[in-house]
């Protein structure tokens, strides 16, 4: 099964080919054509969606013919030839929600007239979904163009039931999979994503966008402990993780129904955790801005895009590594907690936070289970893993799209 994934819902451009010979077996990557609109969008300080689809309508058929002579070079590489390449094609799966909707709009419509055109099955992907996909590629084919070497992929597939951190600029969920398709989501943020909430306090240090990695950069000359910024306390549970728990207590009442009369087994349960797993990145955010205006002696009525040429640079570090330290810290605890809670046999993150040493680091240190990551290439986003998800669907004969009709999402959630 060979399925080709298109991406487009932010500002990368991405086509991705996967390879599987079914859902037991490896997942080998093929191709993976990334081109991003970040340096036109860099002098704006983020992402403009106006910038990033008119980008899109540019890239996006020039990057899925890359993606195809990347995975099949022995068959050419001249749009001529471009038949013989889709024949090696089994399906097609595109980004359909969340994302920005001009730009998704380019992607599904790219897809819709590919899959009647060249006659082949649609998957509409859920992006967040993906991300955590990309931990499933383990091997690059070596018919490809791609060198192996380039890829530091996980040596073994995720076991079910895994549980799933997506970090990301738009995203910051937990989700337990029970198996493919069935999952649950367990939290997440309340208000900032965790990658917006480092963009942010980067543009605080005067770093430009995207910051996660700058401030990474930034943080390895900082103390990681020169600001105590507060980790926000978020109460209350979803209404998911609450069925979660009663179905929970409810087969562990049915383990053993011979044993005891039904009143006496409950009375013995242990009491079910009343914690969530929602978080929230906009404290420690607004804690970096006043830590920032009390250090040059300022009121909070101190405009923040004049804070930066006031800072020093042992200060600036210092912020990027504190902040680094309990923006990581935030997500980590709760993972921990989770996995406590659920007794995961896979533990996998997704999403471009995911490239950070310092979560790498602190999951490592933290979680009493190995724990394996993908390439950097594949944590940011992409189409391989868009292909990846799209191979399972296939393979696990789940619905199929209308070519004829499937529409964008925007505001998709798990
Ligand atoms: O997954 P992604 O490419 O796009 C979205 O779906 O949002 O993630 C981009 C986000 C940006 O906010 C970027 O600052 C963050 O990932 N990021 C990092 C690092 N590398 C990228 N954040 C922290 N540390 C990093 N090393
Ligand atoms: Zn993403």
Known sequence: MVILGIETSCDETACGIVESVGPGQPMRLLSNAVLSSMDLQAVYGGVVPEIAARSHIEAIIPVIQQALNEAFPTLGGRTSKSDKLWNNIDGIS???????????????????????????????????????????????????????????????TPQFPMLGLIVSGGHSQLVLWRNH??????????????????????????LPYPGGPRIEELAKQGDPFAFKFPKAKMPGISPALAELRRVKRGERREEKPELQPLHSSLSTLPSPPTHGYDYSFSGPKTAVLRAAQELI????????????????EAQKANIAASFQRIAVETVVDKTMLAYEEFKPKSVVIGGGVASSPELRRQLADRLPIEISYTDRKLCTDNGAMIAV????????????????????????SM
Not at 181 to 205: H, N, R, S, W
Request: glycine share 8%; net charge negative.
């Open 389 to 412: 998800l799209g191979c399972f669907k296939a393979m696990l004969g789940q619905p199929k799209a209308d070519p004829y009709s499937l529409g964008i999402a925007p505001n998709l």
């Open 181 to 206: 398709f069935d999952y649950t989501l367990l939290g997440q943020t309340q208000d900032d994503a965790i990658g917006e909430a480092f963009d942010k306090v980067a543009k605080i240090l005067g």
């Open 297 to 312: 002696g300022e009121t909070h009525e101190f405009a923040s895009y004049k804070l930066a040429e006031r800072l020093s």
């Open 94 to 156: 595109v980004t359909y929600g969340a994302g920005l909707s001009g730009s998704l709009l380019v992607g599904v419509m790219t897809a819709r007239t590919l899959a009647i055109t060249k006659s082949k099955p649609l998957y509409a992907i859920n992006h967040v979904e993906a991300h955590i996909y990309a931990n499933f590629i383990t091997e690059i084919a070596a018919s490809s163009q791609l060198s192996a070497i380039s890829y530091q992929l996980p040596a073994a």
